[in-house]
């Protein structure tokens, strides 16, 4: 069974950092694209970044191109997200994903999902 589990969210000021893990049991990520998403309150899910397993090319949404760095461990067998200067617009719940098939900015893509961390920005 894959399970996909998210951690690194909190609580930060404007202008300041997190990094967000994603651990995965079952699954090998090295041998799939993996992708983070986000989700506000009110809002559509949306696409943050994903980093394929070949190459480890990434991919960014344009909000966050420039702050956000998308990584993977493979000994750890985790995906990263490092968040910098971050804002409240990028308060959100976010969360991992690996990759299937098709478009990496598309949700359907992805089959297994985590549970989400939250990430609070406060003004």
Not at 26 to 48: C, H, I, N
Not at 76 to 94: C, G, I, R
């Amino acid at each position: 069974q894959v399970q996909l589990v998210e951690s690194g969210g909190g609580l930060v000021q404007a202008g300041g950092s997190l990094r967000l893990s994603c651990a995965a049991s079952g699954r090998t990520l090295s041998a799939y694209a993996t992708g983070w998403f986000r989700q506000a309150p009110g809002k559509e899910r949306e696409f943050v970044a994903a980093i394929q397993y070949i190459g480890s090319n990434r991919y960014y949404a344009d909000s966050v191109k420039g702050r956000f760095t998308i990584s993977r461990d493979n000994a750890k067998n985790t995906v990263d997200l490092q968040m910098n200067n971050l804002n409240p617009e990028d308060t959100a719940v976010y969360y991992c994903a690996t990759h299937r098939r098709g478009r990496f900015f598309e949700g359907g893509s992805y089959d297994y999902w985590g549970q989400g961390t939250q990430v609070t920005v406060s003004a």
